[in-house]
DNA sequence: CTGTTAGCGCCTTCAT
DNA sequence: ATGAAGGCGCTAACAG
């Protein structure tokens, strides 16, 4: 069996004083209380190595020092570095992170945030799979502190941060125009209602919709289909009449790795015969050659940035929501060259 | 304010029943349940969407349902595997995870094991950063329930799951051997006292010591050192003397990439003018032309075998510690070509 | 079958 | 400056 940590009252009895002291000592209340009940009860606390339960104290009704971090995918290097960045703000300030994975499943999500809930976290970074459930509604009634990272959430009112779509998606776009590629063909993953895909692709569309001279297609890859419905799709585009430049545009860095193995597989040249742009910079993207240009989100800060304010807004309760989109960077390398 | 969620004294008062009752029903006791009373709980729940608070099931002396994992590196792919792999085993099994990153520092590590414990984890789950630490020593008189995680402690025997480290490292030297690369240049990152990186290294030596034909070096990378350090050392390696072909067995992931880099800068094609080999293995692995020879680790295998022995360990206090070896596996790519 | 009664470890009035 | 007492939400004997 577990050996059972002293408690509070044993350091109370300890050191002679009565639990209420010790308490006050432990929340540093060090104005009311003489110095030698002060040192007493340093000594017993060292003595029997003592350490507050965070769950008894948790209880009496505040704060429990845990954030909830929802994530559609760990695995996907994006998730990652959230996780990465919002780790470092909760150590920081004593709080402590509770990781759920939904691999973008909603019925996983419903199940996490409830359980996050169960352990009265005092906030919550949610990474959503996209699809607003009722779950999401009532946790926001709930007055929990909440903000949503990369994907909004329709209907739901909270904070959020993530890249600004709108301006990477026509950077990215625009950057394939002046390089010469005027036929595009924008591949992302299934678009569901997920936020962040459907305003990358909007902002494709439009930035597009004003240059006659172009052409764009869009290619949505259906989760289960295998490498040989993408290379169909690929060549069938590839073979299409034109003398137009063509280009791919990826969505995701998890696109940007599918193009790339397929294009080996076709034994297209990049970029003599296609250019290549991928949202995302993923650690090989300088290694593959001739280097992949990339559109980078600033995963960091956003993670940063959203553990950041969530505490923020768990210290002072307010009620005005905040977007923070922040800028994507083009890193221009081979796959783009003229 | 947070609206306080509804307690079982709600759903008692709600049902007309008695907190007892409830709590039966939550421990799905239902055999000592009549029917209707079932129903009204039942009923109550629904209506007051009540929650029961793991915090306060959780004092009551057992159960936290909580699973702490200390991680070396979160940004490290090894170690989000492992992460994935657990927390998909915790998650099916009722247990939330409580994520701390150490940075592989002890420090942090040591802050991260305390906070976790002060939260009653059942069990932990540890990528420790290498050096034992007093704390590690009390953790295990603590008597709570520990998987080592690739990395073993000294002097702490506790369960460990990881790489059959002896078995890759001889494999990979002898890959290489037999390819005809005899004059191999071994690259780490500091060895310090991870065990992993130790058994690793030494397999190599102990593989070469048979080999009086070949020859081998060590090469450690510091941390803080630069770009220009590391191309330096390798042009020594490459202009030294001899006409035995060379090759690169990179000790990890994160050094794989960094030689792929330096083998760029310094114009070097592989594998004609050096081979390279590396551990873990990546989703680049196979874009980087040639394509890089690996030696993969089961990661997802790993981190599922870490929570499930974990969770076995809790279900029942044992006190025989194991060791779980996995093989890797040799992935055979362009970089080690004969 | 069902309810009553104690706590779990801590914090927090409220007295002293 | 210190302590006693009550309660957070829940489970676990122990009665009926």
Redesign the interface.
């Known amino acids: ?3 059972s ?1 002293a408690t509070i009252m044993d350091v109370a009895r300890d050191a002679g004083v009565s639990k209420t002291s010790v308490s006050r000592y432990l929340s540093g209340e060090f104005k009311v209380l003489s110095d030698d009940i002060r040192q007493r009860i340093e000594a017993s606390i060292a003595r029997l ?1 003592y ?6 104290r ?2 009496k ?1 505040g704060r ?1 020092r ?1 954030i909830g ?1 929802v994530v559609a995918d ?2 996907n290097p994006y998730s ?2 959230i ?2 960045g919002a ?2 703000v909760c ?1 920081q300030h004593g709080y ?6 939904t691999g973008n499943d909603e019925a ?1 999500e419903k ?2 945030l ?7 976290v005092e906030g919550l970074i949610v990474h959503s799979q996209g699809r607003p459930s009722r779950f999401m509604y ?1 946790l926001l ?4 502190p909440v903000v949503l990272v990369d994907r909004r959430v329709s209907g739901i009112e909270v904070d959020l941060v993530g890249l600004d779509n709108r301006q990477a998606g026509r950077a990215a776009t625009v950057h394939l125009i002046e390089r010469g590629f005027t036929d595009i063909l924008y591949v992302t993953q299934p678009i569901r209602a997920v936020s962040s895909r459907e305003e990358r692709h909007t902002a494709f569309l439009e930035t597009l919709a004003a240059r006659p001279d172009c052409r764009g297609e869009t290619l949505e890859l259906a989760a289960l289909e295998g490498d040989a419905a993408l290379d169909h799709a690929l060549a069938a585009f590839m073979s299409r009449a034109g003398t137009q430049r063509k280009a791919l545009l990826a969505a995701s860095g998890v696109v940007t ?1 599918q193009l ?2 397929a294009l ?1 597989r076709l034994g297209l040249t990049v970029p003599q015969q296609v250019g290549l742009l991928g949202f995302d910079e ?3 993207s ?4 001739p280097g992949i240009s990339t559109l980078a989100q600033p995963t960091d800060e956003i993670g940063f940035q959203a553990a950041t304010r969530l505490l923020e807004r768990i210290a002072t ?1 307010g009620h005005d929501h905040h977007e923070l989109l922040l800028p994507g960077t083009l890193i221009v390398r081979g796959s783009t060259s003229a």
Chains 1, 2 share one sequence.
């Open positions: 069996m577990r050996d940590r190595g350490r507050p339960s965070q769950m008894a948790g209880l009704g429990t845990l971090l760990v695995m990652v570095a996780l990465h780790e470092a150590q402590t992170l509770m990781l759920c994975n996983r199940q996490a409830t359980m996050l809930r169960s352990y009265d009532d009634e709930s007055n929990l790795l790339v193995l080996r993923l650690s090989w300088k290694l593959v050659e309760p």
